[in-house]
T-cell receptor, first 115, second 112 residues
Framework: AQSVAQPEDQVNVAEGNPLTVKCTYS??????LFWYVQYPNRGLQFLLK??????LVKGSYGFEAEFNKSQTSFHLKKPSALVSDSALYFC?????????????FGPGTRLSVLP | GAGVSQSPSNKVTEKGKDVELRCDPI?????LYWYRQSLGQGLEFLIY????????KSGLPSDRFSAERTGGSVSTLTIQRTQQEDSAVYLC??????????FGPGTRLTVT
C-alpha cells in the first residue's frame, strides 16, 4: 500500500531564509512524486514532480525538491523564502509501475513565512 | 488551454436536500478524481475514474454519495439527503495517464 507522511503540521520561517518542507513516502513500485501548493481559498496548484532522472527537480516559483531513494524522501526546498510562499503544501505519491493506481496525498504542511 | 472547471462555486443547501456538483476536466484527460477538503485540512479521496475502467469508489463515505462520468468527460458528484457534516470544499482533478493532476477551483458546499 502507498502512503505519504509530512511530519510537520506547521513550518515557520523568516523571509529570506531557506525553507524545507519534509515528505517521506512508501510505495511498492517505482515512485512518482509530486508537490502541490494551495493558497487560501484556492484549489491546489502543481509545483513539481519526480518521475525519473536527476534526483534534484526544479519547479515553479523557485521551488525544488530532492528525491532520496534510500531515505524514501522527497523534501521541498527553496533557497530564499518569500512572504507570498505562505500556503498549505501537499506531497503526493503514485506507483509508476501500476497503471490505474490512485494518487496518495500527505496530510499537508502549513508554511508561514514571517516578514 | 482551459483548466478544470467546477460548478457551482458555492452551494448552500438545507439538511436533507440532494445536491449535484459538476466537474469539467481538461479535454483529453483520461483520469478524473473527486476529493473533499474540510476547512484548511487535508484531502479526503472520494472517487477515481480512469478511462473505461470501473471507478475506484473506495473513498465514498456513505451510500448517500455517488458519482458518474458521462462519455469519459464531464463528471457529476451527487450527495443525497445532505447532512451538516457534508459541508466542505469538493475538489475535482483530472490527469493524463500517470502524471500530475490538475485541480479545479472547488465547490464550497454548506449544509444548513
Amino acid at each position: 500500500a502507498q502512503s505519504v507522511a509530512q511530519p510537520e503540521d506547521q513550518v515557520n520561517v523568516a523571509e529570506g531564509n531557506p525553507l524545507t518542507v519534509k515528505c517521506t513516502y512508501s510505495v511498492s513500485g517505482n515512485p512518482y512524486l509530486f508537490w502541490y501548493v494551495q493558497y487560501p481559498n484556492r484549489g491546489l496548484q502543481f509545483l513539481l514532480k519526480y518521475i525519473t532522472g536527476d534526483n534534484l527537480v526544479k519547479g515553479s516559483y523557485g521551488f525544488e525538491a530532492e528525491f532520496n531513494k534510500s531515505q524514501t524522501s522527497f523534501h521541498l526546498k527553496k533557497p530564499s523564502a518569500l512572504v507570498s510562499d505562505s500556503a498549505l503544501y501537499f506531497c503526493a505519491v503514485r506507483d509508476g509501475d501500476n497503471y490505474g493506481q490512485n494518487f496518495v496525498f500527505g496530510p499537508g504542511t502549513r508554511l508561514s513565512v514571517l516578514p | 488551454g482551459a483548466g478544470v472547471s467546477q460548478s457551482p462555486s458555492n452551494k448552500v443547501t438545507e439538511k436533507g436536500k440532494d445536491v449535484e456538483l459538476r466537474c469539467d476536466p481538461i479535454s483529453g484527460h483520461t483520469a478524473l478524481y473527486w476529493y473533499r477538503q474540510s476547512l484548511g485540512q487535508g484531502l479526503e479521496f472520494l472517487i477515481y475514474f480512469q478511462g473505461n475502467s470501473a471507478p475506484d469508489k473506495s473513498g465514498l463515505p456513505s451510500d448517500r454519495f455517488s458519482a458518474e462520468r458521462t462519455g469519459g468527460s464531464v463528471s457529476t458528484l451527487t450527495i443525497q439527503r445532505t447532512q451538516q457534516e457534508d459541508s466542505a470544499v469538493y475538489l475535482c482533478a483530472s490527469s493524463n495517464d500517470l502524471y500530475e493532476q490538475y485541480f479545479g477551483p472547488g465547490t464550497r458546499l454548506t449544509v444548513t
